[in-house]
């Protein structure tokens, strides 16, 4: 089987097995708290050359006394899969420059030329940052799982990654329970494969006998092309703590969104779905789980009485300020298949909505969020259906392919006809996300553009900012970052009327200090440790990308107003100031 991805054929010609590893003596600044009595010591930082198996050497020699550091724009190579048995494993790709590719991680295949299962055995927590993880060998097989995490309460932490592609099964599997992930800032493109509707999960949690995650946050990610579903929490088998799902733009979806029923407490907000569960469903499967004829419309994000919970129910489910829209094509399918399946006396297709919140009879979920026994259940101000105006034209073209995909798919799926019926017989037709719009060049960076120009989707979520993955929209989300706690309590109440934001020119500094404002050739930020600091012109345009430092040199700024981003490990910020020469 095989699938695109980003080789970058001539690093990894000019940097085969490389044998030597720099350290460096960086001290990190880590003030560690012991229990016992107070402490600190420096975490070293450990430089690793790029190369085949590099990096699972320097990992197996010193464990977790070092954060992995990769250099921006090398390509690295797995001789094995990695496992972190016992300790806590940090890799954190060097901050690229603009525009430029991240350090590049890619698995490999063992002495029987089969591809490892899995990049990472999670034996001990993991984090993971600014790294391009290529999940598939250089012969194109892609692997089946990204990560496996296989400790009771373990967490796993991503955060301004790719990932092209993530897995064909799984992308990050917890077989242990009681796990944390945090999924954020994140592109994720190419996950599952072609052969069928129903493959893929991305997020897998729980299983008979296993207690469910802890939290679940996925938050200003992009999704691609993905699989069946999103969340597999094992159905009814496990209840899970906490899981939010929050501004990020899911584009090209096949079957599923949410496969987890028992949830303490649930958070779907501020998303941009297009083209999302394409493939129809068939009246006599329904619902997922369970086949009961008496409620035939399951939608797409499940949920149910908790075992023993008492009424009216004080937990959250709420499903709020989403985008839902498809391509025309999708609906005309739908039409020729039911047309077929009358015809032929076949069960009837639909497409399902994110929950059917005006079916109270149909419906288990419709049911709930219109009872009185459960009063936080919240569900609505969703967009149907609206185009986003995607500024890149080829988000519409991979979107014709996926229909073209789409049609034998469903079919063969729904109603069992013959792969001869649907030539060409050897393959379907290609709708994966190919950078370029052909299979022949693999070269092109950035590899997606989610900025969007509709004003309905870029005034529609709660805070009045775009819908999905922010990331795209840097000024508004250093606006949303700044209000971050005032957004999350109003949500946690259980609002559903959009919140006032105050204006950029308005944001209170906090602790930290920005001058001198007016400023000439160098600004400093007072107040920081190790900042990441991010300058933008006036409509968005991000000019200056800087890591690790309280100076930026602005010399090369003109005249003019501009706004200044400032991240760092316990508070971000925004500010507007002005360069005057």
Same mark, same amino acid.
């Given at each position: 089987?095989?699938?695109?991805?980003?080789?970058?054929?001539?690093?990894?010609?000019?940097?085969?097995?490389?044998?030597?590893?720099?350290?460096?003596?960086?001290?990190?600044?880590?003030?560690?708290?012991?229990?016992?009595?107070?402490?600190?010591?420096?975490?070293?930082?450990?430089?690793?050359?790029?190369?085949?198996?590099?990096?699972?050497?320097?990992?197996?020699?010193?464990?977790?006394?070092?954060?992995?550091?990769?250099?921006?724009?090398?390509?690295?190579?797995?001789?094995?899969?990695?496992?972190?048995?016992?300790?806590?494993?940090?890799?954190?790709?060097?901050?690229?420059?603009?525009?430029?590719?991240?350090?590049?991680?890619q698995t490999n295949y063992d002495?029987?030329?089969?591809?490892?299962?899995?990049?990472?055995?999670?034996?001990?927590?993991?984090?993971?940052?600014?790294?391009?993880?290529?999940?598939?060998?250089?012969?194109?097989?892609?692997?089946?799982?990204?990560?496996?995490?296989?400790?009771?309460?373990?967490?796993?932490?991503?955060?301004?990654?790719?990932?092209?592609?993530? /897995?064909?099964?799984?992308?990050?599997?917890?077989?242990?329970?009681?796990?944390?992930?945090?999924?954020?800032?994140?592109?994720?493109? @190419?996950?599952?494969?072609?052969?069928?509707?129903?493959?893929?999960?991305?997020?897998?949690?729980?299983?008979?006998?296993?207690?469910?995650?802890?939290?679940?946050?996925?938050?200003?990610?992009?999704?691609?092309?993905? /699989?069946?579903?999103?969340?597999?929490?094992?159905?009814? @088998?496990?209840?899970?703590?906490?899981?939010?799902?929050?501004?990020?733009?899911?584009?090209?979806?096949?079957?599923?969104?949410?496969?987890?029923?028992?949830?303490?407490?649930?958070y779907w907000t501020n998303n941009?779905?297009?083209?999302?569960?394409?493939?129809?469903?068939?009246?006599?499967?329904?619902?997922?789980?369970?086949?009961?004829?008496?409620?035939?419309?399951?939608?797409?994000?499940?949920?149910?009485?908790?075992?023993?919970?008492?009424?009216?129910?004080?937990?959250?489910?709420?499903?709020?300020?989403n985008s839902f829209g498809r391509?025309?094509?999708?609906?005309?399918?739908?039409?020729?298949?039911?047309?077929?399946?009358?015809?032929?006396?076949?069960?009837?297709?639909?497409?399902?909505?994110?929950?059917?919140?005006?079916?109270?009879?149909?419906?288990?979920?419709?049911?709930?969020?219109?009872?009185?026994?459960?009063?936080?259940?919240?569900?609505?101000?969703?967009?149907? @259906?609206?185009?986003?105006?995607?500024?890149?034209?080829?988000?519409?073209?991979?979107?014709?392919?996926?229909?073209?995909?789409?049609?034998?798919?469903?079919?063969?799926?729904?109603?069992?006809?013959?792969?001869?019926?649907?030539?060409?017989?050897?393959?379907?037709?290609?709708?994966?996300?190919?950078?370029?719009?052909?299979?022949?060049?693999?070269?092109?960076?950035?590899?997606?553009?989610?900025?969007?120009?509709?004003?309905?989707?870029?005034?529609?979520?709660?805070?009045?900012?775009?819908?999905?993955?922010?990331?795209?929209?840097?000024?508004?989300?250093?606006?949303?970052?700044?209000?971050?706690?005032?957004?999350?309590?109003?949500?946690?109440?259980?609002?559903?009327?959009?919140?006032?934001?105050?204006?950029?020119?308005?944001?209170?500094?906090?602790?930290?200090?920005?001058?001198?404002?007016?400023?000439?050739?160098?600004?400093?930020?007072?107040?920081?440790?190790?900042?990441?600091?991010?300058?933008?012109?006036?409509?968005?345009?991000?000019?200056?990308?800087?890591?690790?430092?309280?100076?930026?040199?602005?010399?090369?700024?003109?005249?003019?107003?501009?706004?200044?981003?400032?991240?760092?490990?316990?508070?971000?910020?925004?500010?507007?100031?002005?360069?005057?020469?």
């Amino acid at each position: 089987m095989r699938t695109n991805a980003l080789f970058l054929t001539t690093l990894v010609i000019n940097n085969l097995i490389s044998k030597i590893m720099k350290k460096i003596t960086l001290s990190l600044v880590a003030a560690i708290l012991s229990i016992m009595c107070g402490f600190t010591y420096a975490q070293q930082v450990l430089i690793v050359n790029p190369g085949i198996g590099t990096l699972n050497t320097v990992i197996d020699q010193y464990k977790g006394t070092r954060i992995y550091q990769l250099k921006a724009g090398e390509w690295y190579q797995l001789s094995k899969p990695i496992e972190n048995v016992g300790f806590d494993l940090q890799i954190i790709g060097e901050v690229p420059a603009n525009n430029e590719i991240p350090a590049t991680l890619q698995t490999n295949y063992d002495v029987t030329n089969a591809t490892f299962n899995n990049m990472f055995s999670a034996k001990g927590n993991l984090t993971l940052k600014n790294i391009y993880f290529v999940n598939c060998d250089l012969n194109s097989s892609v692997a089946n799982e990204f990560i496996v995490s296989q400790i009771t309460g373990n967490r796993i932490t991503i955060d301004k990654c790719v990932l092209h592609p993530s /897995g064909v099964a799984t992308t990050i599997h917890d077989v242990a329970g009681n796990s944390k992930t945090y999924f954020t800032n994140n592109l994720a493109v @190419d996950f599952g494969h072609q052969s069928s509707p129903n493959d893929g999960h991305f997020f897998v949690y729980g299983g008979a006998g296993l207690v469910g995650l802890d939290s679940l946050l996925v938050e200003n990610n992009t999704f691609v092309c993905m /699989g069946m579903d999103m969340f597999s929490g094992s159905f009814a @088998d496990s209840k899970h703590n906490y899981v939010n799902f929050n501004h990020n733009t899911f584009c090209m979806t096949k079957s599923q969104i949410d496969w987890a029923v028992l949830k303490n407490e649930e958070y779907w907000t501020n998303n941009l779905f297009w083209n999302a569960q394409t493939q129809p469903y068939m009246n006599n499967w329904q619902p997922m789980p369970g086949g009961d004829a008496a409620r035939p419309k399951p939608n797409l994000i499940f949920a149910d009485t908790l075992p023993g919970e008492i009424l009216p129910s004080i937990r959250p489910c709420f499903v709020e300020y989403n985008s839902f829209g498809r391509q025309q094509g999708f609906y005309n399918l739908l039409t020729e298949m039911n047309t077929w399946g009358k015809a032929n006396a076949k069960p009837l297709g639909y497409l399902y909505d994110l929950t059917w919140h005006n079916d109270s009879v149909n419906c288990r979920e419709a049911q709930m969020f219109n009872s009185t026994g459960f009063p936080k259940f919240k569900y609505g101000n969703t967009l149907k @259906d609206i185009d986003p105006q995607w500024v890149d034209s080829k988000i519409y073209d991979h979107g014709t392919k996926f229909i073209a995909w789409s049609r034998p798919a469903s079919f063969i799926h729904g109603y069992g006809r013959a792969a001869t019926d649907f030539p060409p017989t050897s393959q379907w037709t290609q709708y994966w996300w190919i950078p370029s719009g052909d299979l022949s060049n693999n070269s092109v960076w950035p590899l997606f553009n989610g900025v969007y120009s509709n004003p309905q989707t870029l005034t529609g979520s709660i805070e009045n900012l775009p819908l999905g993955d922010l990331n795209w929209f840097p000024t508004q989300k250093a606006l949303w970052l700044s209000k971050k706690p005032q957004i999350e309590a109003h949500i946690k109440a259980g609002n559903t009327d959009k919140i006032s934001l105050t204006a950029i020119s308005e944001i209170i500094q906090q602790s930290t200090m920005v001058y001198p404002n007016p400023a000439k050739n160098e600004i400093q930020v007072k107040g920081t440790i190790n900042p990441t600091i991010k300058i933008y012109s006036i409509d968005s345009r991000l000019l200056l990308n800087i890591n690790g430092t309280n100076k930026v040199n602005v010399s090369t700024l003109k005249n003019g107003t501009y706004i200044i981003s400032i991240e760092t490990n316990t508070h971000s910020f925004v500010q507007k100031f002005i360069i005057q020469k």
